[in-house]
């Protein structure tokens, strides 16, 4: 892991304009049950316009805007895709049968990708998401966290990574990341950051990728450090200038770190622009939204102080968070090439 920093995202996107969530989400699991009875889901009608169609459309933009390593488009809630298929498939209590685990995203970017490496002769690098053990225990059950039902959801995260990472020759696999958005904001049950340690890394065992937590808040940052498999701690530090982490950390324990530059919590900023007088009906056209994206003063700052505080401990840049929210999905793409531009510049005197 050595060099500039490289261009990741988080993952969520906002779906295109002729689609709604609802109509996206029938087809998503017409898609999954159609792979799991190993069906050719490209035959059919419904699941290629309303599935495979705007997927790889979400795909191309973060592709045109400069991302590096492409983490799939998330157009599903980030606990529905996973405690669905694990409760329809449930071999033991939270443990999905491990040949039902399946992200349907990553076999259509595997296909897409073999036929633009034929047509482009380049391979593509992607990075998978995956909701993390404990923010699906808490989700699906409640705070107090028993050992062994978590390490069942631990096992189910491995099954879904496994039978997800790609590494072809047109087609790798560069990261792998557990999303734990809650953890670090509030108090968990009945468990000790030992058994925390084991729940994580048994979710990322038997992975050459690299393995990335993503947090919102590094408060309880002693813990994925402390882990065997995670490599990367993420900070949402466009957000947040609180947000850090002492660097003689890293190094004490081996591990980097992936900072947010740009900031994506679009609800906080709305409610800036309007604190400062912005009328809602302007912020509400398309123009408005644009005008929302951090500068790239903004970002370029950001990306310098995280480079002067981490050093090369700093291994990924890219947007706080997911960009679901960012909508039409023009907007979310100005706001992941602006980033790319950025990174560009600042690449240029390193």
């Given at each position: 892991?050595n ?7 988080v ?7 002729y689609?709604d ?18 069906t ?13 169609h ?25 606990y ?8 329809d498939?449930e071999s033991q ?5 491990p ?7 990553m076999?259509?970017?595997?296909k897409?990708?073999?036929?633009y ?8 690098e ?10 699906l ?37 560069s ?18 950051n ?8 048994k979710?990322l ?5 690299i ?6 808040t590094?408060s ?13 701690l ?13 660097k ?13 530059i ?22 509400k ?18 990306l ?43 690449k240029?005197?390193y």
């Amino acid at each position: 892991m050595n060099g500039f920093p490289l261009y990741d995202d988080v993952g969520s996107f906002p779906l295109p304009e002729y689609i709604d969530k609802e109509t996206f989400e029938q087809f998503y699991w017409a898609a999954y049950k159609g792979l799991v009875n190993k069906t050719d889901i490209y035959t059919h009608r419904g699941i290629y316009n309303y599935f495979i169609h705007p997927l790889l459309q979400s795909f191309q933009l973060k592709m045109n805007a400069g991302v590096g390593i492409i983490n799939y488009p998330q157009h599903m809630n980030m606990y529905t895709q996973f405690l669905k298929p694990i409760e329809d498939y449930e071999s033991q209590p939270n443990l999905i049968d491990p040949d039902k685990a399946l992200m349907p995203e990553m076999h259509v970017i595997d296909k897409f990708a073999k036929e633009y490496f034929e047509r482009a002769g380049s391979p593509l690098e992607v990075k998978i998401c995956i909701t993390g053990p404990i923010e699906l225990y808490i989700k699906r059950i409640n705070f107090t966290i028993y050992l062994d039902m978590a390490l069942n959801f631990a096992r189910s995260v491995n099954s879904f990574l496994k039978n997800s990472i790609v590494n072809k020759k047109y087609l790798k696999t560069s990261i792998i990341a557990i999303d734990e958005p809650s953890f670090g904001y509030i108090d968990l049950v009945n468990v000790n950051n030992d058994d925390l340690i084991k729940i994580f890394d048994k979710c990322l065992e038997g992975f050459n990728a690299i393995k990335q937590i993503h947090l919102h808040t590094l408060s309880q940052a002693t813990v994925p450090l402390q882990t065997r498999n995670i490599d990367v701690l993420t900070c949402e530090y466009a957000s947040d200038q609180k947000n850090t982490l002492p660097k003689k950390e890293l190094d004490q324990f081996d591990k980097f770190i992936r900072v947010g530059i740009t900031r994506t919590n679009i609800n906080s900023i709305i409610a800036e622009a309007l604190d400062s007088g912005t009328p809602y009906d302007d912020i509400k056209t398309f123009e408005g939204n644009m005008n929302l994206i951090d500068s790239k003063e903004r970002i370029k700052k950001n990306l310098l102080d995280a480079l002067k505080k981490y050093g090369t401990r700093l291994k990924y840049v890219g947007p706080d968070c997911g960009l679901s929210g960012w909508h039409p999905p023009q907007v979310a793409y100005e706001l992941l090439h602006r980033t790319y531009e950025v990174i560009e510049d600042v690449k240029k005197f390193y």
